[in-house]
């Protein structure tokens, strides 16, 4: 997946507009890793995380979470990445899609403040490792560092 860096890269320079290079950003991460089946990146807004870009076989119905509300909300409260290997022995669990099986967030950190996170769901159970854990928080830092800077 380190890979791919260079790519995130140039997709962020190409695209100077924070919301072309989100959804470039996300097409790239779901059509490169196989197991990434639906890839989302949610900015805060308020009390709210609010879907920006996304990619996967269909839309969700969760464009807008409270934060602390599920597995997204929890990330963002806590401002960690949270993996979960099986989503169905959740209960904080907003259940998007039949498929899934396990989910990582990773959020957005600027400073101190969550201004944002990738959402990555899976059709394979424990799906996400330490590589993607590493991977997905340069991307996330990378997005940061282009379009949130102070």
């Given at each position: 997946m380190r890979k791919l860096l260079p790519r995130v890269r140039?997709?962020?320079?190409?695209?100077?507009?924070?919301?072309?290079?989100?959804?470039?950003?996300?097409?790239?991460?779901?059509?490169?890793v196989a197991h990434y089946n639906w890839v989302g990146i949610y900015l805060v807004q308020g009390d709210k995380l609010v879907l920006e870009a996304w990619d996967g076989p269909e839309a969700t119905g969760h464009v807008s979470i409270d934060i602390g509300q599920g597995i997204c909300g929890l990330a963002a409260?806590?401002?960690?990445?949270?993996?979960?290997?099986?989503?169905?022995?959740?209960?904080?669990?907003?259940?998007?899609?039949?498929?899934?099986?396990?989910?990582?967030?990773?959020?957005?950190l600027r400073g101190e403040e969550c201004i944002g996170e990738i959402d990555i769901d899976s059709d394979t159970p424990s799906a996400f490792g330490k590589d993607d854990r590493e991977f997905l928080e340069e991307v996330a830092q990378l997005l940061v560092s282009a379009y949130f800077s102070l």
């Open positions: 140039g997709l962020i320079t190409e695209h100077p507009e924070s919301g072309a290079g989100m959804q470039a950003v996300v097409t790239l991460l779901r059509s490169r409260r806590k401002k960690e990445t949270v993996v979960v290997d099986d989503v169905h022995s959740q209960d904080e669990y907003l259940a998007c899609f039949p498929e899934t099986k396990s989910e990582i967030v990773v959020p957005m």
